[in-house]
């Protein structure tokens, strides 16, 4: 049974780069029906969808938050990691990886991490 | 962008009653629309995805129905696992953006 852990640095400074990484296990990213994805969510408010990236190394992101992401993944280990740059106070949220497959919605979902923007 | 609403915000509910939750796209997404279940301090839950196919693991008092741009997630005979936000999400059109509504909280 697939199982995702999430795994930041739990604070980050504004203005800094923020690096999460999601692994997987009990299967294989490495799978053409999945896109592994990043979704967000304000303490006590709604879930934002940040990103998905596929086994061929294709990756999509939320048109409002593009100009700050990048996303990968490594099979050799896997799991799949997202990068977001110029990071503030409207980042603060629990971070979640999970697996979305096109028709199925997001079925398997990570236990989330709190990621705390602050000076 | 597509945007999710769902109402009410809040659903005050007993044990052992129905449930109607809505959720309006504010244009058509189809069937493209899944519902997820989450309980305080753990991650969502995919409940229905296709509009109205329950996930593995979910009762059959979950029921969702509805297309293009008016969906309605109904719960019967509460049970007190059920008290939890419900959100919808439409995946209309993937990849462009994945977009959730504001949640609904059933409370008792």
């Known amino acids: 049974q697939v199982q995702l852990q999430e795994s930041a640095p739990g604070l980050v400074k504004p203005s800094q780069t923020l690096s999460l990484m999601c692994t997987v296990s009990g299967g294989s990213i490495d799978d053409s029906t999945s896109y592994w994805s990043w979704i967000r969510q304000d303490p006590g408010k709604g879930l934002e969808w940040i990103g998905s990236i596929h086994n061929t190394g294709s990756a999509y992101y939320n048109p409002s938050l593009r100009s700050r992401l990048i996303m990968s993944l490594d099979k050799s280990t896997n799991n799949f990691s997202l990068i977001m740059s110029s990071v503030s106070a409207a980042d603060t949220a629990v971070y979640y990886c999970?697996?979305?497959?096109?028709?199925?919605?997001?079925?398997?979902w990570g236990p989330g991490t709190l990621l705390t923007v602050s000076a | 962008e597509i945007v999710m609403t769902q109402s009410p915000g809040t659903l005050s509910a007993s044990p052992g009653e129905r449930v109607t939750l809505s959720c309006r796209a504010s244009?058509?997404?189809?069937?493209?629309l899944a519902w997820y279940q989450q309980r305080p301090g753990q991650a969502p839950r995919l409940l229905i995805y296709g509009a109205s196919t329950r996930a593995p693991g979910f009762p059959a008092r979950f029921s969702g129905s509805g297309s293009g741009t008016e969906f309605t997630l109904i719960i019967t005979s509460l049970q007190p696992e059920d008290f939890a936000v419900y959100y919808c999400q439409q995946y209309n059109i993937w990849p462009l953006a994945l977009t959730f509504g504001g949640g609904t909280k059933v409370e008792i």
């Open positions: 244009q058509s997404v189809g069937r493209n």
């Open positions: 999970a697996r979305w497959r096109t028709h199925d919605g997001f079925d398997i």
